[in-house]
Structure formats: C-alpha cells, structure tokens
C-alpha cells in the first residue's frame, strides 16, 4: 500500500493519466475470469477484488506494467482522447 501511495505522490499532475494504466493492468490481470461473467457479476468481482492476500511483489507488478505502458503508449497520437 505504501509503495501505490508513494508513486501516486510521485505522479503529481499526471496522476490521472497514470491510473488509466493502473486500471488496464487490473483489469488484464483477470480478462481471463471477467470474460466468462455476465456484467452484474463483472461490477461485483471490481467492486471488491481478491487482493487481501497481495503483498509488495504483487502491487510492483501492477505498477511496473502501468508506468511501462504509459512510458510506450502515453504519447501516442490517438492512444486516448482528452
């Protein structure tokens, strides 16, 4: 939790472009397991997802990948409309 608050800080103005890389690393964490539910239950598995038992590894893992795609993607052309 530390880590998430420190590169959040870290971020500062860009902080809301960052999380749009955060959420994408979530949500392709378990495409596999959200493609099989019908949308009520895609809603309740991302109001409360399994990651009690996450430690520093599992958060580093997230993170790298959302700050590694924003480093590849952020700039692209037409990556995301503002």
């Not at 939790?1 to 690393?25: H, M, P, Q, R």
């Not at 964490?29 to 949308?39: R, V």
């Not at 239950?41 to 990948?65: N, V």
Request: proline share 2%; with cysteine.
């Amino acid at each position: 939790l530390l880590s998430s608050k420190d590169t959040y800080l870290a971020e500062g103005d860009s902080l809301n472009d960052f999380l749009v890389y955060v959420c994408s690393a979530l949500l392709l964490k378990w495409s596999d397991q959200l493609k099989k539910f019908e949308f009520q239950d895609i809603i309740m598995f991302l109001q409360h997802l399994p990651t009690s038992t996450w430690g520093h590894s599992e958060l580093e893992i997230i993170l790298s990948k959302a700050h590694m795609w924003r480093t590849l993607f952020g700039r692209a052309p037409s990556h995301f409309l503002r």
